[in-house]
């Protein structure tokens, strides 16, 4: 019975910000590394940032500086702060959990990870 759900997507202004959440239940959160991933309309799916269980945490590129990743065990709760947010961010945005598997080894691969939520929009308005 996992169960892993996002949400605080919605439509905002370019160089605006929001907060997306990712809460997971019937699993052990702490032994499970969490990454966000995002899939723009005729994209792949892109991995934007992940957070292992010991906190190091690691970004793409194009979020470096502007998007903050981190997690509240005690919560089972995933967060992704995203600043300064550009209309090339506008995406599904989706959160997963890998279990063991720290965030050094590819981190961006998404079939390493055991769950997926269905996914809250982002979508950035120029």
């Known amino acids: 019975q996992v169960q892993v759900v996002e949400s605080g997507g919605g439509l905002v202004q370019a160089g605006g910000s929001l907060r997306l959440s990712c809460t997971a239940s019937?699993?052990?959160?702490?032994?499970?590394?969490m990454g966000w991933f995002r899939r723009a309309p005729g994209k792949e799916r892109e991995g934007v940032a992940c957070?292992?269980?010991?906190?190091?945490?690691y970004y793409t590129d194009s979020v470096k500086g502007r998007f903050t990743i981190s997690r509240d065990n005690a919560k089972n709760t995933l967060y992704l702060q995203m600043n300064s947010l550009k209309p090339e961010d506008t995406a599904m945005y989706s959160c997963?959990?890998?279990?063991?598997?720290?965030?050094?080894?590819?981190?961006?691969?998404?079939?390493?990870?055991?769950?997926w939520g269905q996914g809250t929009q982002v979508t950035v308005s120029s």
């Open positions: 997963a959990a890998a279990k063991y598997v720290a965030c050094s080894v590819s981190w961006s691969q998404s079939n390493r990870y055991n769950y």
């Open positions: 019937g699993l052990r959160f702490g032994d499970y590394a």
């Open positions: 957070i292992s269980w010991s906190g190091d945490t």
